[in-house]
């Protein structure tokens, strides 16, 4: 069974730089998307940033041109570099991938901003 593993939480000050990265356990074939989504206490799980197999991106209005997202697709991994973080992008981020057949989830990595 394929795992995503995400890595690069943590605590940032508002203003600060956070770089996630997910990648999975074994070979994924016929990946469609990746995603990143982020859960914050109270609160619904929303999506943040999705890339494409082409290369074509879409946003969370709340994080754009803040965040970047981008995929490395000789290890299937998908990044997520945000910027300019606040306290309201506190959330456990989580990695999605939509594969033939199939869909996977990440356990979530922390991203706390506080001062």
């Known amino acids: 069974q394929v795992q995503l593993v995400e890595s690069g939480g943590g605590l940032v000050q508002p203003g600060g730089s956070l770089r996630l990265s997910c990648a999975p356990s074994?070979?994924?074939?016929?990946?469609?998307?990746m995603s990143w989504y982020r859960q914050a206490p109270g609160k619904q799980r929303e999506m943040v940033a999705v890339?494409?197999?082409?290369?074509?991106?879409d946003y969370a209005d709340s994080v754009k041109g803040r965040f970047t997202i981008s995929r490395d697709n000789a290890n299937d991994t998908v990044y997520l570099q945000m910027n300019s973080l606040q306290p309201e992008d506190t959330a456990g981020y989580y990695c999605?991938?939509?594969?033939?057949?199939?869909?996977?989830w990440g356990k979530g990595t922390l991203v706390t901003v506080s001062s």
């Open positions: 999605a991938v939509a594969a033939a057949g199939m869909f996977y």
């Open positions: 074994g070979r994924i074939v016929t990946i469609y998307s």
């Open positions: 890339i494409g197999s082409s290369g074509s991106t």
